[in-house]
Nanobody, 123 residues
Framework: VQLQASGGGLVQAGGSLRLSCGSP????????MGWFRQAPGKEREFVAA????????NYRDSVKGRFTVSRDNAKYTMYLQMDNLQPEDTAVYYC?????????????????WGQGTLVTVSS
């Protein structure tokens, strides 16, 4: 199963980026989706997640108020709007499809993963 994450790039601190994650219909219908990231030398961590219907979202504390996760089920696509980016947000960002319909922060709750898109924030 191939998830297509895109939208990464180089941005200055305080800037914005919008990530997109396209998924095959059969992999995301009725399933929650999430974003994770992995910085150099660190373990992969949870960033944000959204329930199947989009009525529930979940964020790690450090991105609350700056990042917004959304989805368009008609397009089988999830988005991550990232505003006021900071150097500590630099990482490879991965999208994933959950086994269930909720917005879990646990990596073990996800069954399909994309290849990742690099976000670099300069100071």
């Amino acid at each position: 199963v191939q998830l297509q994450a895109s939208g990464g790039g180089l941005v200055q601190a305080g800037g914005s980026l919008r990530l997109s994650c396209g998924s095959p219909r059969r992999t995301s219908s009725n399933n929650g989706m999430g974003w994770f990231r992995q910085a150099p030398g660190k373990e992969r961590e949870f960033v944000a997640a959204i329930s199947w219907r989009g009525d529930f979202t979940n964020y790690r504390d450090s991105v609350k108020g700056r990042f917004t996760v959304s989805r368009d089920n008609a397009k089988y696509t999830m988005y991550l709007q990232m505003d006021n980016l900071q150097p500590e947000d630099t990482a490879v960002y991965y999208c994933a499809v959950a086994r269930g319909s909720g917005a879990s922060s646990s990596q073990s709750a996800y069954q399909y993963w994309g290849q990742g898109t690099l976000v670099t924030v300069s100071s």
